[in-house]
């Protein structure tokens, strides 16, 4: 088994709160939520960085984001607005190195964020 926490999410060994789930990506509430509504969406399949994507997973990425537009029509924030976010990287405030898209909503968010 990975040391990676969300590959042990994949896996079922740790049990996190599913929103959504198919054959590609997993979605789950972050343990520390930022906004009323604060989910991570993850590739099943374990990739550390923006920086380690190739051409071959442009599906992929697209499937996260087609799963956050899921998961913000189940928490009823699609309309009002909500916010995605993938930090790449220790500058960027990454400290989770498997892929993930923040989907965040319902508060109103700030630009720039911090
Ligand atoms: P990032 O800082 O962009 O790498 O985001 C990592 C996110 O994972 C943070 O928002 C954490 O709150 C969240 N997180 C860490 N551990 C867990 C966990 N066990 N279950 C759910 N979310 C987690
Ligand atoms: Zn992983």
């Known amino acids: 088994m990975s040391d990676c926490l969300f590959c042990k999410m994949v896996a ?3 049990k996190p709160d599913v929103v959504y789930e198919d054959d590609a990506v997993l979605a789950f509430r972050d343990i520390n939520p930022q906004a009323p509504s604060h989910v991570l969406v993850v590739p099943k399949r374990h990739i550390s960085t923006i920086n380690d994507l ?3 997973d442009a599906e992929l990425v697209g499937r996260l984001y087609l799963a956050a537009k899921k998961v913000a029509g189940q928490d009823g924030i699609a309309a009002e607005g909500y916010r995605t976010v ?9 400290t989770v190195f498997h892929l993930h898209l923040h989907v965040l909503g319902g508060r109103n968010m700030h630009w720039p964020p911090g």
Do not use: L, P, R, W
Not at 86 to 94: K, V, Y
């Open 86 to 94: 993938m930090n790449c990287n220790a500058a960027a405030g990454q």
């Open 54 to 56: 190739t051409g071959a």
């Open 12 to 14: 079922g060994v740790i």
